[in-house]
Every structure is written in structure tokens, then in C-alpha cells.
């Protein structure tokens, strides 16, 4: 459940229709109000919230806020203080459920252990030197500590999801038989399929990255000399999607190691220049293009706004694909797994919420306040 340094796995976005829908409490009294967020004192003006008597300290909620805000972007303008306590109300909430999971993973004794960490760790830095590794720890506002508390953090609750949920989920091959014959239309292709991967370097310097290197190009003379040093990379026997991932500036499939899913022969040809579209078509599964230009226009002579290599990971002919593809079974087996899982994991975290003591001094401080 981790991701690269520094990730905090939240969906800010979730909090604001809670908020419209607890709009009716600016209708309350200040009274009521300063009552109820009066009920429960903070024990420390450190203390954000408590789950279960452990306390979530300021220092940690700062710190994540910072985090999450650097991985925003830069923008036009400082966010208002409105804007700041909703993102750190949903950040609160994101932690009080980590600590929810940790605290049953604890009681299960299914918590990471060092040699879980270590390993982990080791696995992240093998495409970095040292001072590489040091480097980005440092450009993310990050200590090695705080990485590997990360880390613990995110192993644990892969092995408590795993006990608790993944391991008891078993698709019958009847399931697998109903789904297919239930959408069989799904897998009649009408025309060929690529799976496509690509490697991106744009010569717009204020664009963001989100490659693992935070590596962008400062201009056209960089980004060309960037693509020819990343496709060199590639001729020499580098991973493609290690290169994409700490390279690449598609923000949209870095992160996949340059992965862009499947699109249809059509799709392939109306959004890609006849360049582009030529060199994948003559692609065979594995192989990837020279450096090819991204233009600014639907017209040649457009200048680039970039460069890219494609690597042509499958292709799939027209036609219907049968049950006894195993292809077409790994897809159904893993899309209802996919979907009992999701709706195991909602109910399961609904239920250690409900069984668990939570209290929320941030929430309190932000009614009070409000309230006068």
C-alpha cells in the first residue's frame, strides 16, 4: 500500500461533500456548539486526536500537511485558512484510520517486522547510489526514520488486509463462468488492441514530475540531450519501466513504469501522429521505437513539445475470446477478487471504527472557533 517516498495515501476530495453535508450545524447556537466541542479537553496542545488512548501529535499531522502540500504542486496562490483546515481535518482522518489498523494488526501480531522493513527498504534504494538516495530523502522533507515508520506502516496493513480479508476470498470457477456469460460482449474485440508503454521528456521547465528521481528537463537542448541519454539506457538492457519510472514526465504513467493500458487500433491512430502511429505498428511485443517527437499541434509542422520512446508490451487481435482463454479467465478471477476485496476491506474498516474509541481535538478547536 506504499508508494513512492513520501506518498500519503489520501483522497482530500472525499471530505468536501461531507462538509455540504454537515452544512446544518452552522444553524446550531454557539452555545450548542461550545458545548459539544467542550465535552472533551485536548489532554496537550500537542494532541490532535486519541484512538484508543494513543495520541496523534501535532507534529506528526504537520508533517504529513507539508508533505501532501508539496505533492500539490506550486500554486498562484496560498490556500485560505478555510481551505488549510479542511485538508488537514481529512489528513487527521486518514491517520486515525492508519492507526485504527495498526493497533488491530498489534493485537493480531501481524506487525512488520525490521527484517520486513530492512528488506523493503533495500528494495527501494537498489536503483539509487547513496547519495542519490540521500538526495531525494531530502528534496521530499523526509528522514530515514520517518521513511521507515512509513514503511512499517504500509507492510502492516498489507499483512493485516491480507489475514483478514485477501486469504479468505475464493473465486469458484462457477463465478468466473457466470461473469463471462454475463458479459461476454466485453470480450469481442471488434478490432486489434495494443499495450502500449512509453517514456516521456518534455521541454517545458515549470512542468511537475512525479518520477521517483524528481528528474525534469530545463529546456529543448536538455530534453533532447535527456532522451538520448534515456533511450541509450534501453540499448544498453536497462528495465523499461525502471527507467520510465524514475525518468519519465508523464505524470499520467510513470508511476506504471510507463504503462498506458490498452487502446484500440482506432484510438492508437487518431491520437497519434502518422510518425508515432508507423513506428508502433511495426513494433513487435518487447521491442520500443527510436526517440520520436511530441508536437504541439494536430499539424508536422508544429514545433515539439517533447520527445518520447514506445515500447509495444502486447498486441491482441480482433475477434471473440473464448472461456478457455486463460487470459480472458486471469482477467475475470482477478476483476471479482478485485471487487469482493473492495467491499470486504469498506465493511472491515467500518467495523474496527465502530468498535474503536476516537476522539478528534482538531475537530473540536475548528467547532469552537467557528462558533464565537
Known amino acids: 500500500m506504499m508508494g513512492p517516498i513520501g506518498e500519503i495515501r489520501l483522497q482530500v476530495e472525499w471530505f468536501f461533500p461531507a462538509c455540504t453535508r454537515y452544512a446544518g450545524l452552522v444553524l446550531m447556537s454557539g452555545a450548542l456548539l461550545g458545548s459539544v466541542a467542550g465535552c472533551h479537553r485536548a489532554p496537550a496542545p500537542d494532541v490532535m486526536a486519541t484512538v484508543n ?29 478555510e481551505q488549510v483546515d479542511l485538508a488537514r481535518l481529512a489528513i487527521l482522518r486518514q491517520m486515525i484510520d492508519e492507526e485504527i489498523l495498526q493497533q488491530r494488526a498489534a493485537k493480531l501480531n501481524v506487525t512488520a517486522s525490521d527484517e520486513d522493513v530492512n528488506a523493503k527498504l533495500t528494495e527501494m534504494k537498489a536503483p539509487y547510489t547513496q547519495e542519490e538516495f540521500d538526495k531525494q530523502l531530502k528534496q521530499r522533507n523526509e528522514t530515514l ?27 469458484t470457477d462457477a463465478e468466473i463462468t457466470g461473469y463471462y456469460e454475463a458479459h461476454k460482449a ?35 537542448a536538455d530534453a533532447k540531450n535527456k532522451i538520448q541519454a534515456l533511450h541509450q539506457k534501453l540499448e544498453n538492457g536497462e528495465d523499461f519501466g525502471v527507467v520510465a519510472m524514475n525518468f519519465s514526465e508523464d505524470k499520467d ?9 490498452f487502446v484500440t487500433e482506432s484510438q492508437l491512430h487518431g491520437a497519434a501522429s502518422a510518425e508515432v502511429y508507423d513506428a508502433i505498428s511495426k513494433l513487435k511485443p518487447g521491442q520500443f521505437s527510436e526517440v520520436l517527437p511530441i508536437n504541439g499541434g494536430p499539424t508536422p509542422s508544429r514545433k515539439p513539445i ?33 471487487g469482493h476485496a473492495q467491499l470486504l476491506k469498506n465493511a472491515y474498516f467500518e467495523v474496527l471504527r465502530d468498535d474503536a474509541k476516537v476522539h478528534n481535538y482538531l475537530a473540536d478547536q475548528i467547532l469552537r472557533e467557528g462558533a464565537k
Not at 517545458?204 to 514530475?209: E, H, K, N
Not at 518520447?308 to 486463460?326: F, H, M, P
Open 53 to 81: 488512548g494513543k495520541d496523534i501529535l501535532r507534529a506528526d499531522l504537520d508533517r504529513k500537511y507539508q508533505t501532501w502540500k508539496m505533492s500539490q504542486g506550486e500554486s498562484p496562490q496560498e490556500p485560505s485558512a
Open 253 to 261: 504513467s510513470a508511476s506504471n513504469g510507463g504503462d498506458m493500458g
Open 145 to 171: 526514520d520517518n521513511l521507515k515508520a512509513e514503511l512499517r506502516q504500509g507492510l502492516t496493513e498489507n499483512k493485516l488486509l491480507n489475514k483478514e480479508i485477501d486469504s479468505k476470498i475464493n473465486i
Open 186 to 220: 466485453d470480450f469481442n474485440f471488434i478490432e486489434p488492441r495494443y499495450n502500449i508503454a512509453r517514456i516521456v521528456v518534455t521541454n517545458a521547465p515549470s512542468q511537475q514530475t512525479t518520477n521517483l528521481q524528481n528528474n525534469k528537463a530545463s529546456g529543448e
Open 306 to 338: 517533447g520527445y518520447a520512446i514506445y515500447k509495444l508490451i502486447s498486441k491482441e487481435a480482433a475477434g471473440q475470446r473464448t472461456l478457455n482463454d486463460v487470459r480472458v479467465q486471469q482477467a475475470i478471477r482477478q476483476s471479482l477478487r478485485d
